[in-house]
């Protein structure tokens, strides 16, 4: 045995015993990593007890490590100050979650604070914390010169009139990850959250479970067009429907780095797929799509479900809550001898698939572009007067119109409309509920009617800057006095 300095010990006992103490004493490191942590300690108690809080032992636990979870804690005002001054010199801590935090304004100020001056936080979690407004305002400010990379701002009641802060905050420089699921964004003033998208440097953003649709789709999706950065993009439980659908559709067909797309649950019923699946089979850069929980029946499956498969470069097709046909599977089968894809569904019925004629006629009728029937009754009428609009419905001349003779109208004009539609319009102008309807309640009707088009009439002048969108409804193949799809073509 190879013994350095051996005079210094009796026997060779004593020399092992040396040995083992050695080993098992802490290095020089060690040692002060653990005087580091009991300093911070020791700082975080007397700063509570300096603004009179209770120390908070969850708190104590973490400090000196990279990740301080603090969610649904509850914290005041004063408890977060003691929190933030403990860790304000600490530049290893590079996760902060603060979520389930009722905080009042105090607390943002010192919040807001913090990240100016900190330089070592790359991820932020501040969910259910009511961040709206001015405090919205500030913390977007306080961001601009902070490192942080992924912000989780979900159920936080942002809305509309946040808009312009939103748009800001979607050009911070430093944010690759943005999470805005759970909040109130809908249809109005998204036009400047659209402009900042084209200029983002986000990779993945979420906008799940909001209220985005019509004019508020469409602007996403313009913005989005123009982005060279957004990899990942989750617009769940929204409600794009067929306007959404074909703004999604020209989005694709411009943009080529988006690589994962989820529309689960968007009302996308078959004439949206359509009008989307151009986009999609003209797009080679996106490879996961999530459509589940969208109106699809079963025997639409084979030619629209197929053709995303056949026609573009989708490796992951996610189908939750759809239930598919056997066709449809041995088109997956077919694909999948020349490629890899992943298909995800619910189940598998024999049912048989639609010829292409039958589903042509099925998804032109126009109650799936959710037509209003008042709206059609009005359109119908052009420019004759209300009691001559009467007497040319009133075929039998017993001054009642009846439900035979509104469906012989629309007929007539070649505009096939469902049952349901026709009930709203008698019980829109029954006013007495007999099933009929004679002149005066019709001329009350037609009044009623005139006030509803004027509303309509002043939110179309405020839409008159969506041109796009008209030049969309064009593409998509849709005639303007039927409102059918002309799906022959749009494939």
């Keep these: 045995m190879e013994r350095k300095g051996c005079r210094l010990f009796r026997s ?47 708190f104590s636990r973490q400090i000196g490590t990279s990740d301080i979870d603090m969610s649904n804690a509850c914290l005041n005002s004063l408890e977060l100050l003691t929190i933030l001054n403990t860790v304000k010199s600490d530049h290893k801590v590079g996760h902060l979650d603060l979520s389930g935090s009722t905080m009042c304004v105090k607390s943002y100020k010192h919040l807001c604070k913090f990240l100016r001056n900190n330089r070592s936080l790359s991820i932020l979690k501040l969910r259910n914390c009511f961040i709206q407004g001015e405090i919205l305002h500030a913390l977007t400010a306080s961001l601009q010169t902070s490192k942080v990379e992924f ?20 050009t911070t420089k430093t944010l690759k990850e943005l999470y805005l699921s759970h909040n109130r964004l809908e249809t109005r003033n998204l036009r400047h959250v659209g402009i900042s998208l084209a200029k983002s440097r986000l990779e993945m953003l979420d906008l799940s479970w909001n209220r985005i649709r019509f004019t508020g789709a469409i602007e996403i999706a313009r913005g989005i067009s123009r982005n060279t950065n957004l990899r990942r993009l989750n617009l769940s439980w929204n409600g794009f429907g067929f306007e959404g659908c074909v703004a999604l559709s020209e989005m694709l067909e411009a943009n080529n780095v988006l690589t994962e797309l989820d529309l689960t649950n968007n009302r996308i019923h078959p004439p949206a797929l359509i009008a989307l699946i151009r986009g999609i089979t003209r797009n080679s850069a996106l490879k996961v799509l999530n459509l ?14 197929g053709s995303v498969l056949k026609n573009s470069s989708i490796q992951e097709l996610i189908l939750k809550r759809i239930v598919v046909n056997d066709d449809f599977l041995d088109i997956v089968r077919s694909v999948q001898k020349t490629r890899h894809v992943h298909v995800e569904y619910e189940r598998c019925l024999s049912v048989p698939s639609l010829d292409q004629q039958t589903m042509s006629e099925e998804v032109r009728a126009p109650w799936l572009f959710n037509l209003d029937p008042l709206n059609l009754l009005f359109m119908l009428k052009e420019k004759n007067r209300a009691q001559d609009f009467f007497n040319k419905i009133n075929r039998d ?11 012989e109208l629309f007929k007539k004009a070649g505009i096939p ?11 829109f102008l029954d006013k007495n509920k007999d099933g009929n309807i004679d002149l005066s309640e019709f001329l009350d009707g037609d009044k009623r009617i005139k006030k509803i088009t004027r509303g309509q009439a002043k939110e179309t002048a405020r839409r008159e800057s969506y041109t796009k969108y008209s030049r969309s409804f064009r593409k998509a193949r849709i005639d303007s006095q039927t409102y059918r799809l002309d799906i022959e073509n749009s494939q």
């Design 292 to 305: 589940s929980m969208n109106p699809i029946p079963v025997s639409y499956t084979c030619f629209l479900l």
């Design 12 to 58: 060779d006992t004593a020399y092992l015993l040396y040995l083992h103490q050695q080993k098992n004493q802490p290095n020089k490191e060690e040692l002060e990593k653990k005087t580091e942590k009991e300093r911070r300690i020791q700082t975080y108690e007397e700063d509570c007890h300096q603004n009179g809080v209770s120390c908070l032992s969850r």
């Design 417 to 427: 409309v469902s049952q349901l539609v026709l009930d709203k319009i008698i019980d």
């Design 397 to 407: 001349g017993d001054d009642v119109l009846s439900y035979q003779e509104f469906r």
């Design 151 to 170: 912000l989780d701002l979900g159920n936080n009641g942002v809305n509309d009139s946040d808009c312009e802060t939103l748009s800001k905050l979607l």
